[in-house]
């Protein structure tokens, strides 16, 4: 199966959380919290939007930032977990 966005939309997929601190210090699994940054899985066609026109400003393959309570979380056959967010969800890509 296989996610195409429309409008505005872009499909997420989010980045492994380290399970260490850069001074080493280990993190309990259960007070990790989801990360918030994200590889672009797809993006949608933009185009006009809620009577505006939206360019897409994002690609296939960006790091991105994304606000921490937004999207939709999706879960597909092959058990992957994506989100879907609107792309003003997105506050950065990371270069």
Do not use: C
Request: without cysteine; aromatic residues 4%; proline residues 4%.
């Amino acid at each position: 199966m296989k996610l195409v966005p429309l409008g505005d939309r872009v499909v997420l997929k989010q980045l492994v959380a380290e399970e260490t601190t850069k001074s080493g210090i280990v993190l309990p699994g259960q007070n990790k919290e989801k990360p918030q940054q994200a590889e672009v899985i797809a993006v949608g066609p933009g185009g006009m939007v809620d009577g505006k026109e939206v360019a897409m400003q994002v690609k296939v393959g960006d790091k991105v930032i994304f606000s921490k309570y937004s999207g939709t979380e999706v879960k597909l056959d092959n058990d992957e977990e994506y989100i879907i967010v609107k792309q003003n969800d997105i506050l950065a890509v990371v270069q």
